[in-house]
C-alpha cells in the first residue's frame, strides 16, 4: 500500500502563495485520482481538488477554483497543489489522499 507524505506549509500572508507537495511511496501512475483535502480547526475535513494520474483530469471545489492549481510528476511519484491569493478561510491542514490511503498532512496558516 502506497504511503504519502505531504510537506510545503506554513505561515502566510493574505494574498501570498504556497506549493504543497504530496510524495508518494510508490509510482501514482496507475493509482487513478489523487486528491488534496484540508481541514480546519473545528470543522470537517472537505474536498479541495483531485488530479486523474492516468489521464490529469483535475476537478476543483467551488471556492478553490482559479486560486488553486493541483498538478503531478508521475515520474517523480509527486503531485503539488499551488495555492495563490490565499486568505484567511484557506487556513487549515491540508492532506493528500489517494482511495483509503491519507498522508498525515501539512499545515497552512494565513495571517497577516
Known amino acids: 500500500q502506497v504511503q504519502l507524505v505531504e510537506s510545503g506549509g506554513g505561515l502566510v500572508q493574505p494574498g501570498g502563495s504556497l506549493i504543497l507537495s504530496c510524495a508518494a511511496s510508490?509510482?501514482?501512475?496507475?493509482?487513478?485520482?489523487m486528491g488534496w483535502y484540508r481541514q480546519a480547526s473545528g470543522s470537517q475535513r472537505e474536498f479541495v481538488a483531485q488530479?486523474?494520474?492516468?489521464?490529469?483530469?483535475?476537478i476543483y471545489a467551488g471556492p478553490v477554483k482559479g486560486p488553486f492549481t493541483i498538478s503531478k510528476e508521475n515520474a517523480k511519484n509527486m503531485v503539488y497543489l499551488q495555492m495563490n491569493n490565499l486568505n484567511s478561510e484557506d487556513t487549515a491542514l491540508y492532506l493528500c489522499?489517494?482511495?483509503?490511503?491519507w498522508g498525515k498532512g501539512t499545515p497552512v496558516t494565513v495571517s497577516s
Open positions: 489522499n489517494s482511495g483509503n490511503v
Open positions: 510508490g509510482s501514482i501512475a496507475r493509482l487513478g485520482n
Open positions: 488530479i486523474s494520474t492516468i489521464r490529469g483530469t483535475t
